[in-house]
């Protein structure tokens, strides 16, 4: 390995990236305007391009000013149209990157991922270099001119790259040099061709066009907001980073685009993002659903009918806790030795192990989504009231059981005080809709099994040495998913034992205004290595501090966590120790947490 100068030579930070996607699949951007995160056709496709992961041999498109010059990133404004700019002594230029929405299916098919350069002043040369390592950099390719189109030819994907100036190749990557005056464009347009979708030129009206369709779309989408609170250019930030996480085709929402970034540089928990979280999707539900975004609600009810089998096993229960993008449940974990992983932080891992365990909460998240989407969207079908039903009894004979909570710890199963907060969820939730509706329900055996978690939370969950609610029965271990508790309108959120609690979650594991989850050190979960603290456990506490009334100190946790975000308003699943973006990115439950903290700390400030 390199040394670490070295690595950080080859490789951009994790936070100094954009996000564009067409709700299929996405590419990362950097700040030096080179793509090195791609996987085509979807979400969890092998990658394209993925120097992000091994800078040598990982795969990049790369499209920069020719000369010294520096750099500013932004979207605009109200899409995810990105715009990476160039000043350089004799010139300013930009690039805007974007990838159409199309309506027609066999269009989407082609995933066309556009690169529109610009010269807004003096005169800029540009060079750009196609380097795509398909497979994860295990399949060859070969290429070929097809006149103003460049054919990459793998043996499970073919690429189309259009351009409007000349390029060259040399049998495996392309290049080009340009210059553009003041006013003048080049457009490069990357197509996944093959079967009905056939090699096409894009001039530089047509880019222009679809320029003017994307940003269109995503500004009618974002007009169905209906927050107009004090943080509305994040909020609106947030949702529009959700929605990019939305597999359109099923209405499935991945936690992350991306896999195994780590989060502690040179460490090993790298892990797999790219799929579907039961809980993670239940939750954005939630926050997509305070802003007036009731169709993506809708969407993913329709995913958990049409693609998730009531099935599993009494060692799993019903649900997995996380599914394929098309409801596959089938996820082997795997490692790709060959790739280095960013800034040597191996293993590179494809599929997710995680997806056999047992986590209890899953259900709690789901219900609640169900109920509020019975709330603010439509009322909920007959059939999927039976599925609630066939869910909560499982629960109610299952929520004793130890597991492994919702952090994926691999240390063994324990009786996380969250996961069992999460069933008391699952059954209190149904019962409110049972009652609401007049639907068919065993409601005494539910309240039975409800109130019985309580009790059993408020005796053995609780610490009186801590003073303070743990992560888990039988040991005084401090965990930020207790901050649920309140959200969760399990306890009052100025109840005495609560209030101790935040006391001693803010003395034990908040940092400024980050939050870790748990110290591994004295809650050992089976992994090596430290890591920074979690962007969603900071936004939750952010909340419990609002819903305590402590007002003046819930906005300036928030106000602090902004600063956290990167050039663009992403946040990645964790924070480092200098503010470094950490983890898969951008991260969907970061981002829909930091809706619901802002929603409610508006609420509480009026």
Wanted: glycine letters at 8%.
């Amino acid at each position: 390995m390199q040394s670490d100068a070295a690595d950080d030579a080859r490789y951009l930070p994790i936070g100094e990236h954009g996000l564009i996607g067409d709700l299929r699949t996405v590419a990362l951007v950097g700040t030096n305007g080179t793509i090195d995160w791609y996987c085509c056709p979807r979400f969890d496709a092998p990658s394209v391009f993925a120097s992000i992961l091994d800078a040598d041999q990982g795969g990049s498109f790369e499209l920069a000013a020719d000369i010294p010059a520096t750099t500013k990133q932004f979207y605009f404004p109200d899409t995810n149209v990105l715009i990476t700019r160039f000043f350089a002594v004799d010139g300013v230029g930009e690039i805007q990157d974007f990838m159409p929405i199309e309506e027609d299916s066999r269009e989407a098919d082609r995933h066309r991922l556009i690169r529109r350069v610009a010269c807004v002043r003096g005169t800029l040369p540009f060079r750009a270099r196609i380097a795509p390592r398909f497979d994860y950099a295990r399949q060859p390719h070969t290429i070929r001119g097809d006149g103003s189109r460049t054919i990459f030819e793998s043996e499970s994907l073919s690429l189309s790259l259009a351009a409007s100036v000349p390029v060259e190749h040399d049998g495996r990557d392309a290049w080009s040099r340009f210059e553009l005056q003041e006013g003048e464009h080049a457009v490069f347009a990357l197509d996944r061709i093959g079967g009905s979708v056939a090699a096409q030129d894009c001039p530089i009206e047509e880019a222009e066009r679809q320029f003017a369709e994307t940003v269109r779309f995503w500004r009618k989408w974002l007009s169905a907001s209906r927050y107009r609170g004090r943080w509305r250019e994040v909020v609106h930030r947030s949702a529009l980073t959700l929605k990019l996480l939305t597999y359109a085709p099923t209405g499935g929402i991945v936690a992350a685009p991306t896999t195994s970034l780590p989060e502690r540089i040179g460490g090993g928990r790298n892990w797999d993002y790219r799929y579907v979280w039961v809980r993670d999707a239940a939750f954005c539900v939630y926050a997509l659903l305070r802003l007036g975004f009731t169709e993506e609600a809708e969407a993913f009810m329709g995913f958990l009918s049409e693609h998730v089998s009531l099935g599993g096993d009494e060692r799993t229960g019903p649900l997995q806790i996380m599914y394929g993008i098309d409801g596959r449940s089938d996820l082997p974990e795997h490692e790709l030795t060959h790739l280095e992983g960013h800034r040597g932080s191996k293993p590179v891992r494809v599929g997710n192990a995680a997806a056999d365990q047992l986590q209890l909460d899953i259900y709690g998240a789901l219900i609640d989504s169900v109920y509020l989407y019975n709330k603010w969207g439509q009322p909920i079908s007959s059939h999927r009231w039976d599925e609630v039903c066939t869910l909560v009894n499982w629960v109610c004979d299952n929520w004793d059981q130890p597991d492994e909570g919702i952090w994926e710890t691999r240390g063994g199963r324990k009786n996380f005080v969250y996961s069992r907060l999460m069933c008391w969820v699952a059954i209190e939730r149904a019962m409110r809709m049972a009652s609401q509706r007049g639907l068919p329900a065993d409601i005494p055996r539910w309240r039975r099994a409800r109130d019985t978690i309580y009790r059993d939370i408020m005796r053995q969950g609780w610490s009186d040495t801590m003073q303070a609610f743990v992560q888990h029965f039988d040991e005084d271990v401090l965990d930020a998913s207790i901050l649920m508790m309140p959200l969760a309108k399990f306890v009052s959120p100025t109840d005495p034992k609560w209030l101790s609690t935040l006391d001693a979650l803010s003395d034990g594991l908040v940092s400024d205004s980050l939050v870790y989850r748990y110290d591994p050190e004295v809650s050992p979960d089976g992994l090596e290595g430290h890591e920074g603290t979690f962007s969603i456990c900071s936004f939750w506490y952010v909340e419990a501090l609002a819903r305590a009334g402590r007002l003046d100190d819930a906005r300036l946790a928030f106000e602090k966590m902004l600063t956290y975000a990167n050039h663009l308003g992403l946040y990645a699943e964790e924070i480092g120790h200098t503010g470094e973006q950490l983890g898969n990115f951008p991260q969907a439950i970061t981002h829909l947490a930091l809706i619901s903290a802002a929603f409610n700390l508006d609420h509480a400030l009026g």
